[in-house]
T-cell receptor
Framework: DAKTTQPPSMDCAEGRAANLPCNHSTISGNEYVYWYRQIHSQGPQYIIHGLKNNETNEMASLIITEDRKSSTLILPHATLRDTAVYYCIVRGGNKLTFGTGTQLKVEL | DTEVTQTPKHLVMGMTNKKSLKCEQHMGHRAMYWYKQKAKKPPELMFVYSYEKLSINESVPSRFSPECPNSSLLNLHLHALQPEDSALYLC??????????????FGEGSWLTVV
């Protein structure tokens, strides 16, 4: 599985957009980029995934660079409930391998 | 419905006990997973079942014994555990294990404490 690199922590003001970056420079052509988050003491929650094109759903947007070596998860209007660890994962085949993630703290 | 149900939510067991963790999904998924998560660490894959057959064992010690009795159920049998095995055990499922683009859904986990 391709490795991912994320900043260990980020802060965001409530109501503002949270932009979480992820580097995956060794990604292969058929590997998807997945984003999950984990709120303290809960199971990981699926957010979004993509292969080449940008994706949007009710939770977030995923922007993947044209060379696919990096991506950005965008939470358009962060709330206090978005405080969590966010994991960027490159999926190769039948397993998800979690990296260390980014601790996002949303503050008033 | 994207629910993966894990029981019990909390389990305390002695090092000589035998206990089991249970996981259930009714989404028709044919791949199921066990992950282990220590405090302040990311989840680590333990086992993958595909069509009720074990397809991946990430060199997990034999004191952890998985079982998939049918396509909706996944068990993790525990025996002779050590205190360092105390962790959050996460179950997950997906429609199929080898098709990229599938979403893997996680349960809320079972907190295990070995005393």
């Amino acid at each position: 599985d391709a490795k991912t690199t994320q900043p260990p922590s980020m802060d965001c003001a409530e109501g503002r957009a949270a932009n979480l970056p992820c580097n995956h420079s060794t990604i292969s052509g058929n590997e998807y980029v997945y984003w999950y988050r984990q709120i303290h003491s809960q199971g990981p929650q699926y957010i979004i995934h993509g292969l080449k094109n940008n994706e949007t759903n009710e939770m977030a947007s995923l922007i993947i660079t044209e060379d696919r070596k990096s991506s950005t998860l965008i939470l358009p209007h962060a709330t206090l409930r978005d405080t969590a660890v966010y994991y960027c994962i490159v999926r190769g085949g039948n397993k998800l391998t979690f990296g260390t993630g980014t601790q996002l703290k949303v503050e008033l | 419905d994207t629910e993966v149900t894990q029981t019990p939510k909390h389990l305390v067991m002695g090092m000589t006990n035998k206990k089991s963790l249970k996981c259930e999904q009714h989404m028709g998924h044919r791949a199921m997973y066990w992950y282990k998560q220590k405090a302040k660490k990311p989840p680590e894959l333990m086992f993958v079942y595909s069509y009720e057959k074990l397809s991946i064992n990430e060199s997990v010690p034999s004191r952890f014994s998985p079982e998939c009795p049918n396509s909706s159920l996944l068990n993790l049998h525990l025996h002779a555990l050590q205190p360092e095995d105390s962790a959050l055990y996460l179950c997950a499922s997906s429609p199929n294990d080898w098709v990229d683009g599938n979403t893997i859904y996680f349960g809320e986990g079972s907190w295990l404490t070995v005393v």
